[in-house]
């Protein structure tokens, strides 16, 4: 199974922010510094965080975003579920319908392998992918602050 681009990123984004001391936030130019990724997608990712609940960003003077009580224990599997979306690995119809539909077994079994996938994730929370030795490496990515 292959993640796409977006969901990687936005599970960097969320593990930096997952290692921010409590009451400290970051910024988004800030995050896109940090993980090196370009500031256009980080705001997307950050967006999309934002709408699931697994980070919160506060406006103003002292403002930033930080992670969420319920995005440090958030599920692995439930996350990337929730950024890849329920689509399968591979669909039988489309502009030319696949002829061995009505009788394959290869459908059922990616169908299957993805959902063991998914289940390895679920035991891992956000919390675990930033325990030592991740952690301090991502705190040390910290850019100067602002």
Known sequence: MRLTK????ALRVTMRLAVLEPGASLTTSQVAEAMAIP???TA??????RHLGVVEARRGRGGGLGLTRFGRSASLGWLVRELEGEEEVVTCEGETPCPLRAACRLR???RAAQ????ASLDSVTVGDLVASPTGPL???LAPAAE
Request: aromatic fraction near 18%; charge should be positive.
């Open 39 to 41: 500031y256009t997608h």
């Open 108 to 110: 059922g079994a990616l």
């Open 44 to 49: 997307k990712a950050i967006a999309r965080l």
């Open 138 to 140: 991502l705190v040390g």
């Open 6 to 9: 977006f969901t990687d990123l």
């Open 115 to 118: 959902q063991a996938f998914y």
